[in-house]
């Protein structure tokens, strides 16, 4: 059982990796519009 | 690109057409019997239509057309050369520079609905060389452009996207955009971390009570506790911060505020369960402090957004007047020159169909005026040289020279329109019911608490200070702060989905009770377009009626128009248009003349016998036509505006319910009296000839007697809109009106107002259900706290419990009828045109 003394702060580690890379995505504006891209995507075929 | 993927006509509208309707190729509404070329494929319902097509297929976006979901509205460009974009002041004002050397603006778009305006949108780098991105938020209507200003001015960009039907207008409120979406984004990441470390310390709970339960040792237990301390503590410093700057700023303004109960209990116990986990002894509280960060940051988001709705949109007011007027100088030269240049003086031409940019005096012509958009009133005025014309107001039959008296800021519109800023901004935030609770609730658990301490220390009962902790924590707020957002949020979605759009949530408060319900007429209670009431004469008079009318931009012909769809017309072999009279034509030898009854009598000889006797019956609310064919007066037609067919049943439900009905327009007199007298409004609550000053006036007088709430579509009402306590916008009014507007009904009638009074009586119920549950549970807690008989595990579900109650109580309650049946946007395309 002595593996959860390892095994829970790299679950940690890995949670903060996770909400890292999320308030990077918000920041860089990825999150602002969550209406167009999904229509968007519909028909790119003309780019 | 294949020519299958054109369809032809949309699902909903092909079945209604089979018959002979011919469907535009562009906007697949049905092409007017005049224009149909039976010599050619396609077919369109007007030139700007053709011109969208021609474009598109020329750079082979095709495509377009295969959208399931495209604009169902017929292509009006405005044909406007845009040349004030290219002005330095414009740049100075609205345009930035990319680090890439590019220049950068955002432009609201008119007219922007669905999927293939995104798609058609963003091909604008196709069409116009020199624009390398162009970006649509389909949502608030804007679009981003970046193009290189070597290749091609700001103005061809705007004309590409006229001719396809979207008229830009610069967007001014792109600093405060900025700052808004840096404000969303912070709140986006508090949410999302507080969120990953209530997840993650739960799950840590989860093993400490099964421990708790089936025995762990020691070493396991203590490392657990540090863990979920060490995860909670950047839920305190980071997302878990705003409540304690909150709850600061509420102790030094000394207003009472729901962060205060709400810090009071997190920094309570986070200290105690800081220091359990140091000596290693007694509850430590994190997950359930870690939760509430997260459901109350939540909760929060719900309620700014609601708000933000709120304050959203007053950009459009200045869409209304043109920016644009072309002067002629001394030279009899024409010129564009951007209004905000307009100076008193100055001469200006405006031709037929165009909107006046400034105030001023006829100098040269005659026409008819439409200025219902200023004073609602719907018949067109004569004006003739001498008489003054208002900024924003249509000039309908004839081109016109005016001398500029009042430009820019002192216009007449302008005035108005800052009126309606102002209203809005005094408009005071309602409290919400629930903060205004928090303050009583807040005195009462520190009075419980200390309470509690003082006598059982007093006692010498074991664990006094701990039961008091306990209290402080089980008594947080969370399910009440969550009550009043989650509630709201849930009825103005379930709203959204019936066609009435809600932008602030008080809205719902006031309109849970009855107070005095005002209501403009024209468009509000009548259709607001002209339609052809009544008829007395021979049928073969029709078409020749139809004939003349048919090349006539006049609102009475659009009457005509619409009422005969479908009928043959003869070749008119001359025509002519008397300003402020009517026409004159021939036809197959026939001299016909429509128009006013003093125009039409100039030529009448004789007098057709049935008509003569429907002479005196003449309808007050509606404007006669009458027609002279060869010097006998063979017909008379009447046309007015016609009265919505649910509005009698929906006042009187409203009136049962309650309410005061008035009637408000800024139409004649005599045709409000005659409309309120059909509709069943009291002789002194059907007000005509009212300007948008005078109706300011009213409501303002109204709202001293308790909540008005103002129902219009017009830019003339729009002061009174944002003055009322509640203003309404109905369907298809103009934007001005809409942005002030609190709610926004996308459907047509008034049956929308008796459904909106009843879902927000029904709203306010489950609010005060939901803070009534809150509070019972909060009770419950502290009555344990106080006894000693709250364990951790207890608390930890006591307080979920209290929340998921308010979640589920906010979701199943009844408010407003989750779909109503034939409530599509596809039904009434017409109406999408506004």
């Known amino acids: 059982m002595s593996v959860i003394f390892l095994v829970l702060p790299l679950a940690i580690i890995i949670v903060a990796a996770a909400v890292i890379a999320f308030v990077w995505s918000a920041r860089s504006g990825q999150l602002d519009d969550l209406e167009t891209p999904a229509v968007r995507m519909l028909r790119d075929e003309g780019r | ?834």
């Open chain 2, 1 to 834: 690109m294949s020519t299958d993927a054109l369809r032809m006509a949309t699902p909903a509208t092909g079945a209604a057409a089979a018959h002979t309707e011919v469907l535009c190729a562009h906007c697949g509404l049905a092409v007017p019997e005049g224009l149909v070329d039976s010599a050619v494929e396609r077919q369109f319902c007007c030139t700007g239509c053709h011109t969208a097509f021609s474009i598109l297929h020329e750079h082979g976006l095709d495509s377009y057309y295969g959208f399931a979901e495209r604009r169902e509205a017929p292509v009006r460009a405005s044909g406007r050369s845009y040349e004030e974009f290219d002005h330095p002041a414009f740049a100075q004002l609205y345009v930035t520079r990319t680090p890439a050397g590019l220049a950068r603006t955002e432009l609201y778009l008119e007219g922007v609905h669905c999927a293939s305006c995104v798609w058609l949108v963003e091909r604008i780098p196709l069409l116009q060389s020199g624009v390398l991105r162009a970006e649509l938020d389909v949502r608030r209507s804007l679009a981003v452009v970046e193009w290189d200003l070597d290749v091609t001015p700001l103005s061809a960009i705007a004309r590409a996207l006229d001719v396809l039907g979207y008229p830009p207008h610069p967007f001014r409120g792109v600093a405060r955009a900025d700052m808004r979406k840096r404000e969303d984004r912070a709140m986006l990441v508090r949410i999302g971390i507080a969120g990953a470390i209530a997840i993650n310390v739960m799950l840590l709970a989860l093993a400490l009570y099964s421990g708790e339960l089936d025995g762990m040792e020691a070493q396991y237990t203590t490392f657990f506790r540090w863990m979920s301390f060490a995860v909670t503590v950047p839920a305190f410093v980071w997302p878990g911060r705003v409540f304690f700057t909150g709850a600061w700023a509420s102790v030094r303004t000394k207003s009472l505020h729901m962060d205060l109960p709400i810090a009071i209990a997190l920094a309570a116990g986070f200290v105690r369960g800081a220091i359990n986990t140091i000596t290693g002894e007694g509850p430590i509280y994190f997950d359930g402090l870690a939760i509430l960060i997260f459901a109350l940051l939540v909760g929060r988001f719900l309620q700014q957004r609601g708000q933000r709705m709120a304050a959203d949109a007053a950009e459009l007011l200045h869409a209304i007047a043109p920016d644009t007027a072309r002067v002629v100088d001394a030279t009899d030269q024409i010129r564009d020159i951007p209004a905000a240049a307009l100076l008193p003086g100055m001469t200006l031409d405006i031709r037929a169909g165009e909107t006046f940019a400034a105030d001023g005096v006829v100098v040269r012509g005659a026409s008819s005026v439409n200025a219902a958009l200023l004073t609602g009133e719907s018949r067109p005025t004569s004006v003739a040289e001498g008489t003054m014309v208002y900024a924003g107001t249509l000039n309908v039959s004839a081109p016109l020279r005016v001398r500029v008296e009042e430009a820019g800021e002192t216009s007449r519109i302008a005035k108005l329109l800052r009126q309606v800023e102002e209203s809005a901004r005094r408009r005071a935030p309602i409290v919400q019911l629930a903060n205004r609770m928090a303050g009583i609730f807040t005195a009462v658990v520190l009075v419980a608490a200390a309470a509690s301490f003082v006598i059982k220390t007093q006692l010498n009962a074991p664990a006094a200070l701990d039961d008091a902790i306990a209290l402080l924590i089980v008594t947080c707020p969370c399910a009440l702060a969550l009550a009043t957002p989650l509630a709201i949020t849930v009825a103005v979605g379930r709203a959204a989905g019936n066609g009435m759009l809600i932008k602030g949530g008080d809205a719902l408060e006031l309109l849970s009770k009855p107070g005095t319900l005002v209501l403009d007429k024209t468009g509000t209670i009548t259709e607001g377009r002209t339609a052809l009431a009544s008829w007395v004469g021979p049928e073969w008079v029709k078409p020749l009626v139809l004939a003349l009318e048919e090349g006539s931009s006049h609102p009475l012909a659009d009457g005509f128009r619409r009422a005969w769809p479908g009928l043959d017309t003869p070749v008119v072999e001359r025509s002519q248009h008397v300003a402020g009279g009517g026409l004159e034509g021939v036809i197959n030898d026939q001299v016909v003349r429509i128009g006013s009854p003093r125009f039409a009598a100039e030529g009448t000889t004789r007098i057709n016998a049935t008509v003569a006797a429907a002479l005196g019956a003449v309808d007050k609310t509606q404007t006669p036509v009458h027609v002279v064919v060869n010097g006998e007066l063979v017909a008379i037609a009447g046309l007015g505006d016609r009265i919505r067919d649910d509005a009698l049943r929906s006042l009187q439900q409203l009136r049962d319910r309650g309410w005061r009905t008035v009637m408000l327009s800024g139409d004649a007199s005599d045709v409000v009296a005659s409309v309120g007298q059909t509709l069943g409004f009291a002789a002194h609550d059907a007000i005509g000839a009212a300007s948008p000053e005078d109706k300011l006036a009213f409501i303002e007088r109204c709202k001293q007697q308790g909540t008005v709430v103002m129902v219009g579509d017009g830019v003339n009402d729009a002061a009174a809109i944002a003055a009322a306590s509640v203003g309404i916008g109905v369907h298809g009014g103009a934007e001005a009106c809409l942005a002030t507007a609190d709610i926004y009904l996308t459907r047509p009638g008034l049956g929308a107002l008796v459904e909106l009074t009843e879902g927000s009586r029904r709203t306010m119920t489950v609010i005060r259900r939901n803070i009534g549950f809150s509070i019972a549970y909060n009770v419950i807690g502290a009555g344990m706290a106080v006894l000693g008989m709250l364990t951790p595990l207890i608390a930890a579900v006591l307080m979920p419990a209290s929340s998921i109650t308010v979640v589920l109580g906010s979701w199943y309650g009844f408010t407003f009828a989750r779909r109503v049946a034939g409530n599509s946007a596809g039904t009434a395309p017409a109406a999408l045109t506004t």
